[in-house]
Nanobody
Framework: QVQLVESGGGLVQAGGSLRLSCAAS????????TGWFRQPPGKEREFVAA????????YSADSVLGRFTISRDNAKNMVYLQMNSLKPEDTAVYYC???????????????????WGQGTQVTVSS
């Protein structure tokens, strides 16, 4: 079992930056792929970024490529999402997720993630 708690959301102007954090409980955190998803108002939850167990590889949605960076610190049981050059369309509830799977095509599919945080709101004003 893994419990995830996100923090770091808030209100920011377009062009600004935020850093989301996800604190994980459980000694086996490093055994899980972790990812960030978001749910814009009135829309379905969508993939943002994912990182492998070791942190050696990361994957990002095209919409955030070059602006968002995912990272993890297994010693601290933490996952981060650095968000730069924020746009109003980045406004959403952001969720941290963890799953025990392999296969590159699965990273962006929320059905492979077993554990989810409660979410943190990010609002980008124009």
């Amino acid at each position: 079992q893994v419990q995830l708690v996100e923090s770091g959301g808030g209100l920011v102007q377009a062009g600004g930056s935020l850093r989301l954090s996800c604190a994980a409980s459980g000694r086996t955190f490093s055994s899980y792929v972790t990812g960030w998803f978001r749910q814009p108002p009135g829309k379905e939850r969508e993939f943002v970024a994912a990182i492998t167990r070791s942190g050696g590889s990361a994957y990002s949605a095209d919409s955030v490529l070059g602006r968002f960076t995912i990272s993890r610190d297994n010693a601290k049981n933490m996952v981060y999402l650095q968000m730069n050059s924020l746009k109003p369309e980045d406004t959403a509830v952001y969720y941290c997720a963890a799953g025990d799977f392999s296969g590159g095509y699965r990273y962006g599919d929320l059905r492979w993630y077993d554990f989810w945080g409660q979410g943190t709101q990010v609002t980008v004003s124009s």
